[in-house]
């Protein structure tokens, strides 16, 4: 692990391929890294170039006097070998992120060979390889990111997250930017072909590391699963995984064959292992995303008992579907005192407990039939957790709704997922009410999926 | 159908229960016409206001003296009856919209009866109900609104949507609203308990009028559901028409009974006879959303073969993934000449054609490969429809590849998904591209699915 250590928190980083062109993977790095505010030195190196956005520009990695810990590679993959040469003879370098592409994922002999000679010499200079076909990793405690994905900060957080794809990586730190509170990762990795450091290697990393209380993975091969699904084990009695595994069909899997050089493997026996190792495996971005946000601020669920509340039943009842369907959260067996305790707040076409963990408040509802029916129901002993939805109509001020309900939920030790129907509109709301961890969906579907694998990842955390 | 012209198109709306309390959904019905524009007259009705948002306001329906051609009710349930007494005395109105919930859908005997007299009373009258429990219609043509869901304004097109819930409803309004190019609606009906209009009278209505080529329905129940499938067979010869239906499992199918006093029967037995219709079944809102957004611009496919042209390996598996799953559409069988040019164009690691019709550019893509690219598919004789996806990273400018490709894009006469990654920085680009009537996606299993759904349509259509 302490070879990770120094690596994501390198003090010095060469970027070479660092021409002045904007077109140049390199040259957005470093000014990537210029705009985030890295802790360390950057070293640009390239041949013919005396500055790079106003930083020296060196002509070898031999020129740098300093102590180097990581390397950055973005020239055309037969110009990596003889890097690697100079590199070896230096002795203080501990990883190097190869960003080329055009090596063993190609499926050309040769190209693999290339590959191979390249981890041969870094591994007798004990340099970790990420990659190649790679944008390597982050580190919001220092602000380093070697990414090329258009995220101009990376919020700093209790998540980490680890993944075959650089695109998918990449978009999903995009997604997360984008939460009416940015989701915080502590550290981010991509992996690339793995000609070396593997994706298992990185899970047990960050497994250890008190940093992170949540990790997600997309993985679109396995190579070694058993090793994976051990660690995972031991990982998931402490903090939850969550695993978006693509190449689930014959076709995907022979596009993943091209993508990074890994069969996908039968997705059928992957199902049941994960589930034996506490994995939460998700459907999509969106799920894993929702999914980590639900991890990082909310309390965990006791039980797997939910009270649906909602102010339109539309969505109440996609909400039930989708708890019913995916058949691990159960309804709330409210008890009858909640029940005649809702019936006293609420109006009378109001759907009460029927079926019973089910509450429609109708569209009559105001800010304080919703902050009543919720203090109800989470005071009930029977409810773990609620999923509360509101769509406030033109006649209902949807920040007076925010306030009134994150008091109530501020109060208990219940996570509560909320809901608010649609798109910007609701963006000032739900900013409230992130800003005070209660997460928030844009869609009672997520909302439930969120829940749902916050609840099954609860079930396999031991408790000291 | 002449009826419902004249409610869609009704010169004239009188809102009872028009308070000058903001907090009244009436109010703010008049307020949204206002600022809409409707075009016609509106009377608000109040016993005791003398005007309301600036409008004379009447005490009752008697009082106005001008023809009048709908009504919109917004007070208590129990009033209500004695308003349709005074209406039925008029003879000139043609429609009422019943705001009130409180009636059937609570299932108790003495509101049931509530609503049967209404029913009657308005019948012997000629006024056809929308309602009760109902946010009523919306008409882009004269920017007649009743809802009260909060969009600023919805913009006309050649979509109609029919739903059984008006957060529903109303939520997928401001969903179009906040597409790069908002999508147009051009008549749009909530018919809350039915107990008058029926959401298959509304679909037939839809069916003859013109101005509109797709369809979105969301539904819980089905009653007359053989009458429903009929009327859908007409009109999916000459418009595609994609359904969001709910209360799939058991619990879900209990709570649409509370909501709309309706049960959703079993689902399976849908599944087989929408498919005869020739009805699209979609699983979720943003996929409705997405469906009728392709069938709005694109060109219909000649045939389910799709080339997946991708910049970033991941979310090309991700999108091979839900097409194989889904098993409609089929990779292009791409000919040796194209995958021949292709090789010319693109850069070594690319991956091309392995599986055929899948095409990897990798993330070293910039505008000319992408442009080069499509063009050599879209010439292929064997490419029906491709889905392109694209993550510009930060040496790449997004609005630079979305010029190339829209050039491109619009000299052939096959329709292109574009998925643009991810999220605000790619809605400049994406605008542009959507005011070239190229229809763009926020992740590529969304771009699938309306490409899968869109073709799917097109194999029910006949040409006349």
Redesign the interface.
């Known amino acids: 692990m302490i070879e990770f250590e120094q690596i994501f928190y390198a003090k010095s980083i060469a970027i070479v391929g660092a021409s002045n062109k904007?077109?140049?993977?390199a040259?957005?790095?470093i000014?990537?890294m210029l705009k985030g505010g890295y802790q360390g030195t950057i070293y640009p190196i390239h041949p013919r170039e005396k500055d790079v956005l106003g930083l020296k520009c060196y002509q070898s990695i031999s020129e740098i006097e300093e102590s180097l810990d990581l390397l950055v590679i973005g020239v055309p993959?037969k110009e990596v070998y003889k890097i690697f040469l100079e590199a070896s003879t230096r002795g203080d370098i501990k990883g190097a992120v190869i960003l080329s592409?055009?090596f063993s994922?190609?499926g050309d002999p040769e190209l693999i060979e290339l590959e191979d000679k390249i981890v041969n010499i870094a591994k007798k200079a004990g340099i970790r390889i990420f990659g190649p076909?790679c944008i390597g990793i982050i580190n919001s405690d220092i602000k380093l990111s070697t990414s090329?994905?258009?995220v101009s900060k990376v919020a700093n957080g209790n998540l980490a997250f680890i993944?075959?794809?650089?695109?998918?990586g990449?978009?999903l730190l995009?997604?997360a930017?984008?939460s009416p509170k940015p989701l915080g990762f502590n550290k981010w990795a991509h992996v690339g072909n793995m000609s070396d450091v593997t994706n298992i290697e990185i899970l047990e990393y960050f497994g250890t590391d008190p940093k992170i209380t949540s990790i997600g993975m997309?993985l679109?091969g396995l190579a070694h699963g058993n090793e994976l699904l051990k660690i995972a084990k031991n990982i998931t009695q402490k903090k939850p995984i969550f695993l978006l595994k693509?190449?689930?069909?014959?076709?995907?899997s022979?596009?993943?064959?091209?993508?990074?050089g890994i069969i996908a493997g039968s997705d059928k026996i992957y199902d049941g292992a994960l589930k034996q190792s506490g994995i939460i495996r998700v459907d999509?971005?969106?799920e894993l995303i929702d999914s980590l946000k639900a991890s990082s601020t909310l309390p965990k669920p006791k039980g797997n008992k939910v009270c649906v509340l909602t102010?339109?039943?539309?969505?109440?009842?996609?909400t039930?579907?989708e708890?019913?369907?995916d058949n691990f959260l159960q309804?709330a067996p409210i008890t009858d005192h909640t029940i005649n305790q809702l019936k006293k707040v609420l109006?009378?076409?109001a759907?009460i407990c029927?079926?019973n963990g089910?509450i429609?408040m109708?569209?009559?509802a105001?800010e304080k039939e919703h902050a009543d029916s919720l203090r109800l129901v989470l005071e009930d002993p029977h409810v773990d957790s609620v999923i509360l939805i509101s769509?406030?109509?033109?006649?209902?001020p949807a920040l007076n709704v925010a306030k009134s309900i994150a008091e109530v939920i501020n109060k208990y030790n219940k996570p509560v997922a909320v809901c608010f129907?649609?798109?910007?509109?609701m963006l000032e709301s739900r900013k409230f009410l992130e800003k005070n961890n209660i997460p928030t969906f844009d869609?009672p579907?997520r909302a439930a999926r969120a829940l749902i694998n916050l609840t099954k990842a609860s079930s396999y955390l031991k408790t000291e």
């Open positions: 904007p077109s140049k993977a040259h957005q790095i000014n990537t993959a592409a055009g994922e190609t076909n090329f994905a258009p993944t075959q794809s650089g695109s998918f990449g978009s995009m997604l930017e984008e997309y679109e693509v190449g689930r069909t014959e076709l995907g022979r596009a993943t064959l091209s993508h990074t999509n971005m969106e102010e339109a039943g539309g969505p109440g009842i996609i039930i579907d708890i019913t369907k309804l109006y009378p076409m759907t029927k079926p089910y429609d109708t569209a009559a105001l769509l406030p109509p033109t006649f209902l129907m649609k798109g910007v509109k869609n579907r």
